[in-house]
């Protein structure tokens, strides 16, 4: 009776996982669900700070960059081209970034994720000193593309974590990823509005420094390009390599072509890096790259729209909030954002599954565009007051929930690496895509609102029911994604 018992629940467990249209690739081999492996916690906290480094490297100019453009003189005084020339700054990093991020990750499938993640941390470090040395427009735009082509830490860093973990406890690795994304934007932000101008700011302790009064950004940027010098260290003394024999990087140079699979040392065939053309499945390309691009532009562009809704007059469509209270509203999402994605991330994709937390984050996409006419009817009600800061509230925990679908994301990207060779150049097409939205979706949003604000479309709102509908559009891809992650 035992046996046949056995023999029963052993069916109905194969049933559950057999391969169907909505699991495709799945093994259909019996896989009871294991307990969580342990976590290599000492190289996993070398990655976040690798990984906190990018996004502190990258928004410490966001504060005073207006300012800069201003004192550079390249607009001549013409207040209505700043936000052009600040635009152009912001998007050249992720023009740049576009153009290399694939091939630095597949570069990585070949010499080993350690030497491009330390090319990395100096493409972080030198071009934000050099940032802060420019006294020129030019050279800054310079630097600053410089500083995106180099930088190509974020896909290496997801393929160490897969390398170094296994399905059981990848999830608790990419729980941290986004919290620390978030912290990371937020020190960025803190530093460069606190430290900019530091002569005129802090007489006492800075006023008699000539330096720093004709370079009035260095020390804003000084911090984090040194905080990523250090890391640097940290990482060539403690970071170990995981990809098994790689070809080094005085050997690959010495080679008069780029190396294919075959140049790579003998190991079996399955263990090579994949060709470009042969990444290029349904389930990378169709299923985990195009949720991935999708979730970029619908999550990308509400962060353009934000701080542009807050700023704007509350009879053209916004809640007309100072800079000051725009800063302390984003640096409270910031804050919650990270402890929500540390306490919540894990355990939800544990509880729920990867495919049901993903949905559940593109629905919260809904509320946060709907909030936004919603708060500026409630402030042309009745003052921005306690009522619209409950509501921006409100928004904010959505925000939160929306932030989730990125750790799923990562997951999804991850698994439909066909072989774990080929994660770097995986990665990076993911990193493309997020680079190349990242340079249009908060164009065409910005474009939009103010569109919308111009004409009176909708009421103004013509630029919500557009990412409403397209959140809907969003939401449909994700219903593709199998209900369990792909298995090796």
């Avoid at 310079?142 to 500083?147: E, I, K, N, Q």
Wanted: hydrophobic share 45%.
């Amino acid at each position: 009776m035992t046996r046949y018992r056995d023999q029963v629940w052993i069916h109905k467990v194969e049933e559950l996982i057999s391969p169907d249209e909505e699991t495709p690739l799945l093994s259909s081999q019996l896989a009871l669900k294991k307990p969580p492996a342990a976590v290599p916690w000492a190289q996993v906290w070398i990655l976040l700070f690798i990984h906190s480094a990018v996004p502190f490297t990258q928004h410490v100019i966001d504060p005073f960059t207006p300012e800069f453009v201003r004192n550079v003189g390249i607009t001549h005084g013409d207040e209505s081209r700043v936000g052009y020339y600040v635009g152009l700054m912001q998007s050249i990093f992720f023009v740049t970034h576009a153009l290399t991020v694939l091939h630095w990750s597949r570069l990585s499938d070949v010499v080993g994720r350690k030497p491009i993640i330390l090319i990395g941390l100096f493409g972080l470090s030198l071009p934000v000193y050099s940032f802060g040395l420019s006294t020129t427009y030019w050279g800054a735009v310079f630097s600053r593309g410089l500083h995106g082509a180099l930088n190509a830490n974020s896909g290496v860093i997801k393929s160490i974590a897969v390398e170094i973990t296994d399905s059981t406890s990848l999830p608790h690795v990419f729980a941290y990823m986004p919290a620390v994304w978030s912290t990371g934007s937020t020190l960025g932000q803190l530093t460069g509005g606190s430290l900019s101008r530091p002569a005129d700011r802090f007489p006492n302790t800075f006023g008699n420094s000539q330096f720093l009064k004709k370079y009035p950004y260095f020390l804003a940027c000084a911090v984090p390009a040194t905080f990523s010098a250090l890391v640097w260290i940290m990482t060539y003394a403690f970071l170990r390599e995981t990809v098994p024999s790689p070809v080094t990087l005085r050997s690959l140079l010495k080679q008069q072509s780029r190396p294919s699979s075959a140049e790579v040392p003998e190991s079996d065939v399955a263990e090579r890096p994949y060709p470009l053309r042969q990444l290029m499945t349904r389930r990378v390309i169709v299923l985990a790259l195009i949720n991935c691009g999708a979730l970029s532009l619908v999550e990308f562009s509400y962060r353009a729209i934000q701080p542009l809704f807050f700023s704007t007059p509350v009879h053209r469509g916004g809640l007309g909030l100072d800079p000051p209270a725009i800063g302390k509203i984003l640096a409270s999402f910031g804050i919650l954002n990270s402890v929500f994605q540390f306490t919540c991330f894990a355990r939800a994709n544990a509880l729920w599954g990867t495919k049901r937390v993903f949905i559940g984050g593109l629905l919260c996409a809904i509320p946060v565009y709907l909030l936004f006419p919603v708060m500026n009817a409630l402030a042309r009600a009745y003052g921005v007051g306690r009522v619209v800061h409950s509501a921006i509230a409100l928004q904010i925990i959505f925000g939160c929930g929306l932030y989730l679908c990125h750790g799923c994301v990562s997951i999804y990207i991850s698994a439909a690496s066909p072989n774990r060779a080929s994660l770097g150049a995986t990665n990076g097409l993911a990193q493309l895509l997020f680079s190349i939205f990242h340079t249009i979706g908060p164009a065409i949003s910005t474009s939009l609102f103010s569109l919308s604000v111009a004409k009176g479309y909708l009421g103004g709102g013509l630029v919500y029911a557009v990412f409403l509908s397209m959140s809907l559009v969003v939401i449909a891809f994700g219903t593709t994604l199998p209900r369990q992650v792909w298995q090796s």
